[in-house]
């Protein structure tokens, strides 16, 4: 036979006041008497429980908190006017339109700019760009080739 105690905080402070209970209206037969301090096992219970239960409110209180900070932001689901996000993106859109090739401008609005290269680079630039480079490394090779002496 196996004689379990709880792990859950609820079930073990129902037991510990269980017992507390049991062991006080034993008295002085109680089995428990030789166990030192078993007297401080009924405030202990009681200590326990009621933070338990401040626990529980807190944690109530902290998920209705949570809540109405993500209604707030706006974090979750489609875009919508009136939270933080909705004007984070309008004011991003607006400052960025008149900032347009400055938008480092925006951090002084608190945004985080990021430096990334254009992806729609002019690929007229870009091919001439490639072809001044061909022509830098032919003429290196030439004159490399120039240098080296035949043997015979």
């Known amino acids: 036979m196996r004689v379990n105690i709880p792990k859950n905080p609820a079930s073990l402070i129902a037991l510990g006041k269980a017992i507390s209970a049991k062991h006080t209206a034993l008295g002085a037969s109680s089995p428990l008497n030789g166990i030192d301090v078993i007297d401080d ?3 202990l219970s009681a200590t326990a429980e009621t933070n338990h239960d401040n626990g529980k409110s ?15 932001l706006g974090l979750k689901g489609k875009l919508r006017a009136g939270p933080v996000r909705y004007f984070a993106t309008a004011s991003r859109s607006e400052l960025s339109g008149q900032n347009k090739g400055q938008e480092y401008k925006l951090g002084g609005w608190g945004f ?3 430096h990334a ?3 729609t680079s002019n690929p007229i630039k870009a ?4 072809a001044k480079q061909a022509a830098k490394v032919t003429k ?3 004159e490399a080739a120039a240098k080296i002496k035949p043997t015979a």
């Open 58 to 72: 807190l944690l109530d209180q902290a998920e209705t908190a949570n809540q109405a900070r993500e209604g707030a």
């Open 41 to 43: 096992l009924g405030t």
């Open 117 to 119: 290269p254009s992806t």
């Open 127 to 130: 091919a001439a760009k490639a």
């Open 112 to 114: 985080e700019v990021k």
């Open 140 to 142: 290196i090779a030439t």
